[in-house]
């Protein structure tokens, strides 16, 4: 799993196999929080992020 970004304290992640992770996600992690985030509209698909950590894995997309 490959790190694509690392800003902040938020690590962003995104797993190659796509017949495993369907639909498209990033995995963003801190040290107390971690979340898949879609790829097409930016929201989270199930877990916990600080809002302001939102806003940031966000603007990735």
């Given at each position: 799993?490959?790190?694509i970004s690392n800003?902040y304290?938020?690590i962003?992640?995104?797993?190659?196999?796509?017949?495993?992770?369907?639909?498209?996600?990033?995995?963003?992690?801190t040290?107390?929080?971690?979340?898949p985030?879609l790829?097409?509209?930016?929201?989270?698909?199930?877990?916990?992020?600080l809002?302001?950590q939102?806003?940031?894995?966000r603007?990735?997309f």
């Amino acid at each position: 799993m490959p790190t694509i970004s690392n800003f902040y304290g938020i690590i962003i992640i995104m797993y190659l196999r796509n017949k495993e992770h369907n639909p498209p996600h990033i995995h963003a992690i801190t040290q107390d929080y971690a979340a898949p985030f879609l790829i097409e509209t930016g929201d989270i698909m199930e877990g916990n992020f600080l809002e302001k950590q939102k806003c940031w894995s966000r603007n990735l997309f």
